[in-house]
């Protein structure tokens, strides 16, 4: 949280926790309450599955879909981006534990999963991740980089580019193309 405050204070923002560190915490009205207030920032933890199996169907995850639905608030850090698609992209078991195999995840994207650090890992995920999950788009997201809607289009933005794979088709946006072939946000909570 310190790292975070610090980054973000250079940009004049301030931010304070919100404690969902149990599921319980994540059905908290008053946290839900809280999550209502402001705008949203996962860290990158998330994505890997400690944080979405909690949120998933809560009253939290409710309040957090409700202000992205109405003013589009979200920010999200590399992996935290994971969360926020129908699917994020775990460890598959031993013996196979480098591949990628999709679970259940906030469903904000619908039919998507993020490869994250696409240029310094995530692309050695491609591979395993198709396999297993053939019908979804695979969302490869540069370090430093992000797909951001805003005005009913996707649009690649930051140093690096995005990725998309959709079955055997692969393409490449750089910085501030817009259109990367992604579907809409969902406009209602998916069901959980």
């Given at each position: 949280m310190a790292h975070a405050r610090d980054w973000f204070h250079q940009f004049g923002l301030e931010l304070d926790e919100l404690p969902v560190l149990k599921r319980g915490d994540?059905?908290?009205?008053?946290?839900?309450?809280?999550?209502?207030?402001?705008?949203?920032?996962?860290?990158?933890?998330?994505?890997?599955?400690?944080?979405?199996?909690g949120l998933r169907g809560s009253r939290v995850w409710r309040a957090m879909f409700e202000l992205g639905g109405t003013a589009r608030r979200w920010q999200d850090r590399r992996a935290g981006a994971m969360a926020l698609c129908s699917h994020t992209l775990v460890r598959a078991v031993w013996?196979?534990?480098?591949?990628?195999?999709?679970?259940?995840?906030?469903?904000?994207?619908?039919e998507?999963?993020?490869?994250?650090?696409?240029?310094?890992?995530?692309?050695?995920?491609?591979?395993?991740?198709?396999?297993?999950?053939?019908?979804?788009?695979?969302?490869?997201?540069?370090?430093?980089?992000?797909?951001?809607?805003?005005?009913g289009t996707w649009r690649a933005m930051g140093p690096g580019g995005v990725t998309v794979f959709k079955g055997k088709r692969v393409r490449r946006f750089e910085s501030g193309q817009e259109r990367c072939g992604l579907r809409s946000p969902a406009r209602r909570l998916p069901p959980q």
């Open positions: 994540a059905m908290s009205d008053k946290v839900a309450a809280r999550a209502r207030a402001g705008q949203i920032l996962l860290p990158g933890w998330w994505g890997s599955g400690a944080g979405r199996a013996p196979n534990r480098f591949n990628r195999r999709p679970a259940n995840a906030l469903g904000l994207l619908t998507t999963a993020v490869l994250p650090h696409y240029d310094a890992f995530g692309s050695r995920w491609v591979e395993s991740a198709q396999a297993a999950a053939p019908e979804l788009t695979l969302l490869g997201v540069d370090e430093r980089s992000a797909a951001v809607w805003r005005d």
